[in-house]
């Protein structure tokens, strides 16, 4: 059963940090792509960031989490890792894993490449 699983939301004060993890399920993960993309209240689907599947860990990250994000894989746990880092009150919203087949990591921004979502978790950051 094809299943993306999220972990690690909750409540922060700005400055913190917190870790997300995706546990991906019934993909072939060697093969897989995966991206975080969030939604605050009242706003659109944004992108935050990929890595792909491909020797050399192709990775991409909006421009608004860049330098304070990182995303990394463990391809024996098949799980993907957000560490968040120097969080802002604007970084509020509910976290969702996406995964894809796109060969490189900036195809998995566009929402039409996102094959599966998952159930997503919150994160919220008081100020």
């Known amino acids: 059963q094809l299943q993306l699983v999220e972990s690690g939301g909750g409540v922060v004060q700005a400055g913190g940090s917190l870790k997300l993890s995706c546990a991906v399920f019934?993909?072939?993960?060697?093969?897989?792509?995966v991206a975080w993309f969030r939604q605050a209240p009242e706003k659109e689907r944004e992108f935050v960031a990929a890595i792909t599947w491909r020797s050399g860990r192709g990775t991409y990250f909006t421009d608004s989490v860049r330098g304070r994000f990182t995303i990394s894989r463990d391809d024996v746990k098949n799980t993907v890792y957000l560490q968040m880092n120097n969080l802002k009150p604007e970084d509020t919203a509910v976290y969702f894993c996406?995964?894809?087949?796109?060969?490189?990591?900036?195809?998995?921004?566009?929402?039409?490449?996102?094959?599966?979502w998952g159930q997503g978790t919150q994160v919220t950051i008081s100020s």
């Open positions: 996406a995964a894809g087949s796109t060969r490189d990591a900036h195809a998995m921004s566009d929402l039409t490449n996102v094959k599966l």
């Open positions: 019934g993909f072939t993960f060697s093969q897989t792509t």
